[in-house]
DNA sequence: ATACTGAATTTTGAATTCAAAATGCAAACG
DNA sequence: CGTTTGCATTTTGAATTCAAAATTCAGTAT
């Protein structure tokens, strides 16, 4: 009968039919990171209709969509621009990701289990081993990672939704060509400073080490910009 | 010559034109957070868009970015429904109002002049007021007032901006009906003590008192969802 | 009577169309 | 020779149109 069938079929979930915007949305914020589409530049709407072979319905609504991102800005009647990225914006950003990396921290603390603490140690071998090496690309890939992964420990979706927003806004200062050494070691000793913190499960210590981290690489990735007008 | 016509002219601030789909952002926030358009709901699109006489096209474009900051969801192929609050809505939003608030006051102690403060001072006698007149409703609008206003000393646009967009999601609970006069009492010697923080410029202790008083909301609020399930 | 089937209707996603605004350009004027 | 003015072109905002998907509902079979 019936029933019995209807019981043996498992729930599986649905199969993910995006919106073309969606599917926007997230190659745009690709060009604009990457930097393909460089800060200051009129967003060619046309153009990019014809790349991704879609409408200018489904283009303008992912415009709507970065433009709350803050990534590009639009003027009435005059389409949309990348945004500049500013000191003044990182001097408004960096104190936000500060307290938000603070707060994941503390309640990562709370909530992560051995296993969890086990994957953050690995991630932060593999970034030492790249500090070791030098290799400022693995570097800040196992860095990402670490952040990653304690905002994810820290089980609030909304918080993680706002510190990548947040990040992907200033992702595209492409800082990662210059670091001081002294700066680079002292960024690898505040890590070391984490990793004991969240081993311990101390949450307040660790919002504070994870809260000054972002501070001193504000003051880096502003003095990285200050020599690079490009990205202003 | 024309040089003393074009140095004669002011520079005004432009004429804002707003596009269609903004101006309906804001009219369907207000629909939301006002009630009329009751969580779980499915948002009538058709009806919408006759109500304001547009097409379906900005009112989409105005969907898409309400989705994005929470207040509807986006199913695909199935329209926008309003987005219940549930008891884990507000454990997620709230710790992170309480950072953000107390970064804000912080970042207040730092730039706010005595105007400023004066300011605030009013706002507060005014709520002082409301509650020995227990008027709730004037005490909540002064009450937001008092956190705008040192969210605007703040002096970050894009912390400010969060902020709202976080409390525009939370505003949709309508406890304005329930808080015992205990909390209540609370609540307001807890706005005493950020008074003599601000007076002081003592921002890590304005800060450690904002976060406290917005986990104590977080509680109280929690506790008339509780009992009022249709917020649920 | 109840549950399934399938066609009609409605709703949604996206392309196209249309009007208004902005931009570029060349001619006219000082 | 440099400005300004008016026109043609392009770009943008919004309505309309069209196709695909979902929903509704009546009819059928069990």
């Known amino acids: 009968m019936a029933e019995v069938?209807?019981?043996?079929?498992?729930?599986?979930?649905p199969i993910v039919r995006r919106s073309l915007h969606d599917e926007l949305v997230e190659r745009l914020r690709v060009l604009i990171t990457e930097g393909e589409l460089e800060p200051g530049v009129k967003v060619p709407e046309k153009a990019l209709c014809d790349r991704y072979a879609v409408s200018r319905t489904p283009m303008r609504e992912a415009l709507k969509v970065l433009a709350r991102e803050g990534l590009v800005e639009l003027?009435?009647?005059r389409g949309a621009t990348v945004t500049r990225?500013?000191?003044?914006?990182?001097?408004?950003?960096?104190?936000?990701m500060g307290v938000l990396e603070a707060l994941a921290g503390e309640l990562a603390?709370?909530?992560i289990d051995d296993a969890g603490v086990a994957k953050i140690e690995r991630h932060h071998a593999q970034m030492a081993q790249c500090y070791e090496q030098r290799d400022l690309k693995g570097y800040f890939s196992s860095n990402q990672e670490i952040h990653e992964a304690i905002s994810a420990a820290a089980g609030n979706p909304t918080l993680t939704g706002m510190q990548s927003a947040l990040a992907g806004r200033i992702r595209r200062a492409r800082y990662l060509a210059n670091m001081s050494d002294a700066r680079w070691e002292e960024a690898v000793a505040e890590h070391e400073a984490m990793l004991k913190a969240l081993r311990e499960r101390d949450g307040t210590r660790l919002g504070a080490i994870l809260r000054t981290h972002l501070e001193n690489?504000?003051?880096?990735?502003?003095d990285a910009i200050g020599r690079d007008r490009s990205t202003a």
């Open 5 to 13: 069938a209807r019981e043996s079929l498992e729930l599986e979930r």
């Open 75 to 77: 003027v009435p009647n």
């Open 85 to 96: 990225l500013t000191v003044a914006d990182l001097d408004e950003v960096f104190p936000i």
């Open 109 to 111: 603390c709370k909530n």
């Open 217 to 222: 690489k504000c003051a880096t990735v502003k």
